[in-house]
Structures are given as C-alpha cells and as structure tokens.
C-alpha cells in the first residue's frame, strides 16, 4: 500500500466535558507527517473542582496521564509553528478550545479557524453527513477528539482522492 501523504490538511479537535461551560478533557491535532496526536489535560486551577470528565475515560485516567494546559498549548505550539489548522464545533463544543487558550496567557504558534467555510473547502459542502457516513463505516466515535480528527483527516483524503 502506498505512503498516504495527508501533510496538506492539518486538524484539531477538543473533547469537552459533557456539561457546560465545557471545558476540556482531551486534544488531538494533526502533525504535518499525517500522523495524529493526542493529550489529556489536567484541570487547570481555575475551573471547577468537582468537574465531571467524561463518560468513557475515568477521573483517574485524566490524573494519572493527562498533562497540564501549559503542556498541552507549548506541544501543540511547537507541533504546529506557523500551520493553519481547522477544526469545527458541531461534535465538540467550540468552547473547548477556547478555554484550553484561555487558560493561559500563551500566544498560540499556528493559525485556527473554526469558519464554516474553511472546513467547507477541505472536506466538502456535505462534511457533517460525511463525517457521520465514515463514522459509521469505521467505528469511530466523533465525540472522541482522536477520531474526529482522524474522521476529518479521511473525509479529506477521500475529496482529494488520495485514498
């Protein structure tokens, strides 16, 4: 099977907790390889402390393997220096990554937009009942920031007839 290059189209997305104000649990972003990284992320000091994580990762996941905001923005920053990332807020809350920036006083390193348009021009008019067809080819859950970017990542190569 050939290499896929999927360097072209880089994208984020963040796991929320399922209760307002939303605040994240996990990231996950492209590399520029194609290649998918993710992060748990630790409460930051600020936010509530009785926090409901998730439905599907314990508390003590979250603690034993997450990682502090700071940690999760300077990774990300230097993963994605100068790119220009898309990712949307239909599966996961946009306040998600709003709060992962806010938290910190830290100049992100890469461009994001969230603009119906530019996830539009990547992956299609139709992209929300794409990425709900490929979900459920593949099994992947789109309210798992991991498999949403990985969703997102085939939909694309799929309308650049790379796959």
């Known amino acids: 099977m050939p290499m ?3 360097s072209l189209a880089l994208f984020i997305a963040v796991e929320t907790c399922p209760e307002p104000p939303y605040y994240p649990i996990v990231a996950a972003w492209t590399l520029p ?4 990284k993710s992060s ?7 936010w509530p402390p009785h926090l409901c994580y998730s439905d599907h990762i314990s508390d003590e996941t979250v603690t034993a393997l997450g990682h502090s905001v700071k940690d999760v923005l300077l990774e990300m920053n230097d993963d ?4 220009h990332v898309v990712g949307h807020g239909d599966f996961s809350p946009a306040q998600g990554l ?3 920036v806010d938290a910190l006083d830290i100049e992100l390193a890469f461009e994001i937009s969230t603009s119906q348009q530019d996830i539009r021009e990547l992956l299609g008019h139709d992209w929300r009942d794409e990425l709900q067809d490929l979900a459920h080819e593949t099994g992947l859950d789109l309210l798992q920031a991991e498999d949403q970017v990985r969703l997102m ?3 694309w190569a799929r309308r650049s007839d790379i796959l």
């Open 4 to 6: 896929i290059d999927l």
């Open 33 to 36: 390889d194609g290649s998918i």
């Open 40 to 46: 748990l992320i630790l409460a930051d000091d600020n």
């Open 80 to 83: 994605l220096d100068a790119s």
């Open 98 to 100: 709003e709060h992962l």
């Open 153 to 155: 990542q085939l939909c």
